[in-house]
């Protein structure tokens, strides 16, 4: 068949008719299952990158927008090749190198994170580089793909706008299913290597038909041995995931900590790049991150003797359930309610982080439904819900501290840990403006001056009694905890100048942005 045929010949003749309907279902499959693909490996996008620089929402605008990019500059490359004869062969190498490289990126993988660790880029370097060196070409290779085939399409059908509207919905309607597909399906059945190393494939068997009965042999043959050498080094060095468990939200992994610890297994989770906490599985009362021992500090000296009687505690946020282990042990008697959003993280923390969660009760689900329908009030609600600098900002909105307000009674403490910068945290500033407009007491707590720009601190707010200046800890590491509210309100950008956060406006991402764009973001 020939890449030419006139629309005149094929339509007059009835024993062509039925062949051109199906050159041009062929021609539709292929539209729509290269759109599915590139969308699969969007959504892959920010899973694959995660375990190098995390996810926030500056992660996923690099991907978007390079894959966007990409996806621009292939459909006007493939008009301007469509204009210039190109035919059904070009469709297939052009899918064929789609599938190659995909099979690459997994080789590539690993030594760019290596590259991009080694030169200490920021968030917003790391995203992007990650995402034009891995994305750009796939994208921008599959974007040639519809523009070529709408132009061999009207050469075999006149309706223009029928062909043209086709093409579009086809690949809209592909988009849409590789959306819902790799989000609510593949990711966590397959894992995401797997899922690029399909990707891959498929498209090199869309290439197939487009490259039957070529006249150049030796590229076909060298297409062949690129295929074989890209599949072996894939299989043997891109296919080795660094995760132990892939589930809807994080790439999940437990790894040794004993240098940390006095003699005794510890155990930390690291969910996507960041490791979130530390457990010594044999004394569960160890708190070994100082900000997990400064929240269990806090509330004991706000709260004081109750504590040891037993107290009624929300943690909005499990992780490696480092304090609602403690809790349980030092205060056999309080009631532990966690809202955890993935189950897999509980599952890994129950498994292997000596978690027991019989004396718990766990929900997951979003932290801010689960508080507004526990069963209280709380003596204590918890928030540790940050993932490195990934913001769930409706946990940090007015609308979320009156709820927080109304969960608590009246003497109640609710403590956060957040990631800012020293020595201006503008988040930090905004969350505890807003926070004073349902708390008398709010106040900013550090166990040390830091040596690096990047801070984990934590915020107290209560209408009940202020904490002292200064909390000693009462068992555990000797640390202990400053007060710094007003020296952290008085210094750098003026609280004037600091917003109120709400459902409607919480510019988190901008608060932070000396974080994402320094080299410890």
């Known amino acids: 068949m020939t890449d030419t045929a006139t629309p005149s010949t094929d339509l007059a003749q009835p024993a062509l008719r039925a062949t051109t309907r199906r050159v041009l279902q062929g021609y539709a499959a292929t539209v729509f299952v290269s759109s599915a693909l590139l969308l699969v490996l969007e959504i892959v996008a920010g899973r694959l990158v995660a375990p190098y620089v995390g996810v926030s929402l500056y992660t996923w605008t690099s991907i978007i927008g390079v894959i966007l990019a990409g996806l621009s500059l292939g459909n006007w490359l493939g008009g301007v090749w469509a204009d210039k004869g190109a035919g059904r062969r070009s469709v297939g190498w052009v899918l064929a190198a789609g599938g190659l490289y995909c099979l690459a990126s997994l080789a590539l993988l690993d030594p760019l994170g290596a590259a991009v660790q080694q030169h200490g880029l920021s968030l917003l370097s790391a995203s992007f580089t990650f995402a034009a060196v891995l994305f750009f070409m796939p994208a921008a290779l599959i974007g040639v793909v519809t523009p070529l085939l709408t132009t061999l399409s009207l050469r075999l059908d006149p309706r223009a706008g029928h062909v043209v509207g086709r093409m579009h919905a086809l690949a809209a309607v592909g988009s849409i299913a590789g959306t819902f597909a790799a989000g609510y399906w593949l990711v966590q059945s397959f894992g995401t290597r797997a899922v690029v190393l399909t990707s891959g494939l498929a498209l090199l068997a869309l290439a197939l038909p487009f490259l039957r009965g070529s006249k150049r042999p030796a590229l076909v043959l060298l297409g062949v041995a690129v295929l074989a050498t890209g599949a072996l080094v894939t299989l043997r060095h891109g296919l080795a995931s660094s995760c132990e468990h892939e589930s809807a939200y994080f790439c999940i992994r437990v790894v040794e900590q004993p240098e940390v610890t006095p003699p005794g297994a510890a155990r930390g989770l690291v969910l996507d790049h960041l490791l979130h906490g530390i457990n010594h599985l044999t004394e569960p009362d160890l708190l070994i991150a100082p900000y997990v021992h400064g929240l269990d500090e806090l509330a004991y000296a706000q709260l004081g003797d109750a504590y040891d009687d037993g107290l009624a505690w929300f943690f909005a946020g499990g992780g490696a359930y480092s304090q609602p282990r403690a ?66 900002f409706h946990l940090v909105t007015a609308e979320f501290a009156a709820l927080v307000r109304e969960r608590l009674r009246p003497d109640g403490l609710y403590l956060m840990n957040v990631v800012d910068a020293f020595p201006d945290p503008r988040l930090i500033k905004a969350i505890a403006k807003t926070l004073q407009t349902q708390f008398r007491h709010v106040d900013i707590w550090m166990d040390r001056v830091p040596e690096a720009e990047r801070v984990t601190f934590i915020i107290s707010a209560s209408n009940g009694p202020r904490l002292p200046k200064t909390v000693l800890a009462r068992h555990g590491f000797r640390r202990a905890w400053s007060r710094m509210t007003e020296d952290i309100m008085a210094f750098g950008t003026p609280p004037t100048e600091i917003p109120v956060l709400t459902d409607d406006y919480a510019p988190v991402e901008r608060l932070i942005a000396g974080l994402l764009l320094g080299k410890d973001g």
Do not use: C, N, W, Y
Request: glycine content about 6%; charged content about 20%.
């Open 327 to 392: 809790v349980q042990a030092l205060s056999p008697k309080s009631s532990v309610t966690v809202a955890e959003l993935d189950p897999m993280v509980t599952l890994t923390a129950a498994e292997s982080l000596g978690l027991e969660p019989a004396g718990m009760t766990i929900e997951h689900r979003d932290a801010r439904l689960a508080l507004a329908d526990a069963d209280g009030p709380f003596d204590v609600i918890v928030g540790d819900v940050f993932h490195d600098l990934a913001i769930p």
